[in-house]
């Protein structure tokens, strides 16, 4: 066993102990460590067949499943780089990827078939799909071959497989960090990264006998390194869903008995409009983490009143950890809109344009140093050079302070802050605002073109069920909580907000469907 074979490590300490559960499987799968490893093994030696090797790419596009575990796993047996695709963009962004990150098998689900056919018509490599027909309705094409994931899997030898010349600071995936737009940059997560990103998380958080439910996409960091990786090191039990879907996430919290649980706070919103959230038992939880933006303190109060729940909340990214930071329950209230205090082995400063650092209550760009760092941007010199300072701090673009009782805020994004007349205008603060006021379900605040101020700003704003504001009432609330300079010239009342496969608000559709 060597660096990497995480699943003969888990096996020999724990194999008969339940490791993952596939509830977007029907009938669903339930599989032990000692099974989990042998799918790897196989999965590993079918790879080793097909040429893949030491630090060659594996691409998924999927929804959430097992087979991006297995994928991972067996990736990281060989020492080659597991690279999951964001399900949500087109081919063209797709070959785009390819094409600097040249991948030599892609694991795809039916869903995405039509991209995947266009996309091999122009970069031709093996295929493996996980339902349906595959590629020409299981013939081989002219380019590529087609083969069903499992009936493969199923058909090659469990024997064990290790990388004996692996090392720490070997890449173990690459996760793309970006929107839908633009040609994402590849973060290397290094299996240094993910054993330093589990001691952070460990520390205050993960115990060997937890059951942990993911609900973020397995392309993201948050589906695969948030508390999944840091799980099966520990020795947890962690289960996967097909999508986020409120009703079945209560039902599966309350079923199998879940001990940890994290989301992002849109996630958490919709949980409580569900039709069974009432009758929802979630006693079974330690605690729920919230990261991604603040979490409104109505919210707090309404899962603590209703649910008995102790929100930890924090802040994470792809290039770094992804824990960063954590906000302890019992600060929840106190230091509501806080991402906490720096995890054990995360070094926090902030500075100004001159990379000076400053002190308690100066507004500044959050910068990062520390082993859970990544290795830089696959196969993008420049941006890895350019992200990392002469010091080794790695900068974030992210607007934050701190407290004096080291205690960090983050301000805004910087490509989320916009100009107003001269001043800077942070969206995160006024969101913080329109929260308040008890009629709102999900906001966001987007800067918008105006001939006078330059730009003005827009609150697209979704009521809750049942609930009536008109725009001059919520615009008259806001300007009884903000400096005038902040409040939105307008409201927009939407059904729903565009939101990304990791739960995150989309701002850019938003700015694109009022300036278009």
């Known amino acids: 066993m060597y660096i990497g074979d995480y699943l003969a490590r888990r096996e020999l300490y724990s194999p008969d102990k339940l490791a993952f559960i596939d509830a977007g499987k029907s009938p669903e799968w339930r599989l032990t460590y000692r099974e989990a490893n042998q799918r790897a093994n196989k999965l590993a030696n079918w790879f080793k067949s097909q040429g ?195 009703a079945q996430v209560l039902t599966l919290l309350q079923r199998e008995k879940v001990t940890v649980f994290a989301a992002v706070p849109t996630m958490y919103q919709m949980l409580t409009t569900a039709p069974n959230w009432a009758e929802a038992d979630l006693s079974s939880l330690r605690f729920c983490t919230s990261g991604g933006a603040p979490l409104p303190v109505p919210l707090v109060e309404k899962y603590t009143a209703e649910k008995g729940i102790r929100f930890k909340q924090g802040f994470g990214m792809t290039e770094f950890g992804p824990g960063i930071f954590a906000l302890a329950p019992e600060d929840a209230i106190r230091k509501a809109g806080s991402i906490g205090r720096p995890n054990f082995f995360v070094d926090a400063q902030i500075v100004d344009d001159e990379n000076r650092f400053l002190g308690p209550d100066q ?35 992210d607007v934050a302070r701190y407290d004096s009782e080291g205690y960090f805020y983050i301000v805004d994004r910087k490509k989320d802050m916009f100009i107003s007349g001269g001043e800077n205008v942070y969206p995160a603060e006024i969101e913080k605002v329109i929260y308040q006021n008890p009629a709102v379900h999900m906001c966001a605040v987007i800067g918008l073109p105006d001939p006078k101020w330059g730009e003005v700003g827009k609150a697209c704003v979704v009521l809750k069920p049942g609930n009536i504001v008109s725009e001059a009432e919520l615009l008259e609330f806001m300007s009884a909580r903000l400096a005038k300079y902040k409040v939105p010239k307008s409201v927009a009342f939407l059904e729903a907000l565009p939101i990304s496969a990791a739960g995150k608000i989309l701002k850019r559709e938003l700015r694109e469907k009022f300036t278009s």
């Not at 094409?141 to 199923?154: D, G, M, N, V």
């Not at 058909?155 to 793309?176: M, Q």
């Not at 520390?370 to 701090?393: H, I, K």
């Open 52 to 246: 893949v090797g030491q630090g060659d790419r594996v691409a998924i596009l999927a929804r959430d499943g097992y087979e991006h575990l297995d994928c991972f796993f067996a990736c990281s047996k060989l020492g080659a780089i597991h690279t999951a695709l964001n399900w949500r963009l087109n081919w063209h962004e797709l070959l785009e990827i390819f094409q600097y990150t040249t991948p030599k098998i892609l694991v795809f689900s039916d869903d995405f078939r039509a991209n995947v056919e266009k996309l091999v018509a122009e970069y031709p490599l093996t295929t493996v799909h996980l339902d349906g027909d595959g590629l020409g309705r299981g013939e081989p094409t002219a380019r590529s071959y087609s083969l069903h994931f499992e009936t493969t899997l199923q058909a090659s030898p469990a024997t064990p497989v290790t990388c004996e010349s692996l090392e720490a600071e070997d890449i173990a995936a690459l996760i793309f960090t970006g929107g839908t737009t633009g040609l994402p940059k590849a973060a290397e997560v290094s299996h240094r990264m993910i054993a330093w990103n589990t001691l952070n998380t460990v520390i205050h958080d993960v115990t060997h006998n937890d059951t942990y439910l993911n609900v973020f996409p397995m392309f993201h960091t948050g589906g695969l390194f948030v508390y999944t990786l840091p799980q099966v090191i520990f020795g947890g039990t962690t289960m996967l869903i097909r999508a986020f879907d409120p």
């Open 363 to 397: 507004e500044g760009e959050l910068v990062l140093k520390g082993e859970s760092y990544c290795s830089g941007y696959f196969n993008n010199p420049e941006a890895t050079a350019a992200a990392v300072d002469e010091r080794g701090y790695f900068h974030t673009g």
